[in-house]
């Protein structure tokens, strides 16, 4: 992902925001504070025949101690033009190689119970369900939200031998 894919990220970003089952954002950021809050790498885009951006993924550290430096959170979106066409799975396939070749070990991802289609998504990619947080968040017109949490062990980085 480069600064010049950014408006279409932000508008599918926004899109996701304004479905409202994707984050509990309610707004989408500049391109800098969206870029320094995540990981420099992976952060992919799908692009299409036309050079148009499809959809994006990136990752965001979960912690900044060392002892987690292999664990991120994920944040996967899909324009709504081009949902359940692949373009999920692939971002997400990518996003899983890629993240191995960086060393990281654990994949996280929070995801509204509603969100069907993400969470056959992670399934689909390997993740598996841990728990749901009950009523972890608030969105902005005041509604509680749980979020089911889904994690993906890598089998080739930290894997016992």
């Given at each position: 992902m480069t600064a010049d894919d950014w408006p279409s990220v932000a508008r599918i970003y926004g899109a996701g925001i304004a479905a409202g089952n994707a984050t509990f954002e309610h707004a989408v950021p500049g391109w800098e504070q969206w870029r320094?809050?995540?990981?420099?790498?992976?952060?992919?885009v799908a692009h299409g025949d036309g050079e148009e951006v499809l959809g994006w993924a990136a990752l965001t550290a979960?912690?900044?101690?060392?002892?987690?430096?292999?664990?991120?959170?994920?944040?996967?979106?899909v324009d709504p033009e081009h949902a359940r066409c692949g373009v999920g799975r692939a971002l997400l396939v990518a996003l899983v190689e890629a993240s191995e070749h960086?060393?990281?070990?654990?994949?996280?991802?929070?995801?509204?119970?509603?969100?069907?289609a993400s969470i056959a998504l992670h399934e689909s990619c390997g993740f598996r369900l841990l728990g749901t947080h009950e009523r972890?968040?608030?969105?902005?017109?005041?509604?509680?939200?749980d979020v089911v949490l889904y994690e993906r062990r890598s089998e080739v980085v930290g894997a016992d031998s």
């Open positions: 320094t809050s995540r990981l420099a790498e992976p952060c992919l979960a912690s900044s101690r060392p002892v987690y430096r292999g664990v991120a959170e994920v944040s996967i979106y960086l060393g990281l070990w654990t994949l996280r991802a929070g995801i509204f119970p509603e969100n069907e972890i968040g608030q969105m902005p017109d005041g509604r509680w939200r």
